[in-house]
């Protein structure tokens, strides 16, 4: 296991179409996260998985926004009707613990941009 | 949420100097707070939590509920100690997750 893999790694896309990201949470955390990061900030969060339920999700979280953990595996984060403002680095993390007690796994990160 | 500042965005000082960064949150709970740290081209990692009361890299950080603060510090920085830091309480009471704060970004000079 090589940790948290998220692909791709970029995208570019053009204003209005839709985009979905994955993420591979190393393979015994059943806790997966997804954050947003933008330029010259910390990361901020949009929504938490324990196993394959959705426990919370941030009010960041649009309804153009939607996650999916079918299987408490992967996770998909698709972003419909893409706007400029969407684009921003895409983090997602896993632990083991509630709380990342033991502290999140980050992944590299996707970052988006919405021309 | 929770609210967490970070009130430098640039802390630069000269190698064997001392250095704090600083961090005051929102929490009216018994908080867990992290740090994480971002070395150029790498991902964010934690760097230490405040319930270990550990020392990593010769950084510790104290938590004053008084002063709702959680302030990183380190006696002597070092080159390798320039990147992002950031500070990481729970999102909220149910503690289920962590919200970041702006981050610091510390330059340390030869």
């Known amino acids: 296991d090589t940790g948290v893999s998220q692909n791709p790694r970029h995208k570019i896309t053009k204003r209005g179409q839709n985009v979905t990201f994955r993420c591979d949470p190393i393979?015994?955390?059943?806790?997966l996260y997804w954050y947003r990061q933008t330029l010259g900030q910390g990361p901020e969060f949009l929504t938490y998985f324990q196993n394959e339920a959705q426990l919370e999700k941030s009010r960041l979280l649009s309804d153009r926004f939607s996650a999916e953990r079918p299987k408490g595996s992967f996770s998909t984060l698709e972003i419909q009707r893409t706007e400029q403002g969407d684009s921003a680095m895409y983090l997602c993390?896993?632990?083991?613990?509630?709380?990342?007690?033991?502290?999140?796994?980050f992944g590299s990160g996707t970052r988006l941009t919405v021309v | 949420a929770q609210r967490v500042t970070q009130p430098e965005k640039l802390l630069s000082v000269f190698k064997g100097a001392p250095v704090e960064l600083k961090c005051n949150y929102s929490?009216?709970?018994?908080?867990?707070l992290f740090w994480y740290v971002q070395y150029s081209r790498q991902r964010l990692q934690l760097l230490l939590r405040?319930?270990s009361r550990e020392s990593i890299k010769g950084f510790t950080a104290d938590l004053n509920k008084g002063e709702t603060s959680f302030h990183l510090k380190k006696p002597f920085a070092q080159e390798e100690d320039s990147a992002m830091y950031y500070c990481?309480?729970?999102?909220?009471?149910?503690?289920?997750?962590?919200?970041f704060g702006g981050g610091t970004r510390l330059m340390v000079k030869p």
């Open positions: 993390a896993s632990s083991l613990e509630q709380g990342g007690k033991n502290g999140y796994t």
């Open positions: 990481a309480p729970p999102y909220n009471n149910a503690g289920n997750m962590l919200t």
């Open positions: 405040h319930i």
């Open positions: 393979s015994e955390h059943n806790r």
């Open positions: 929490y009216s709970g018994s908080p867990e």
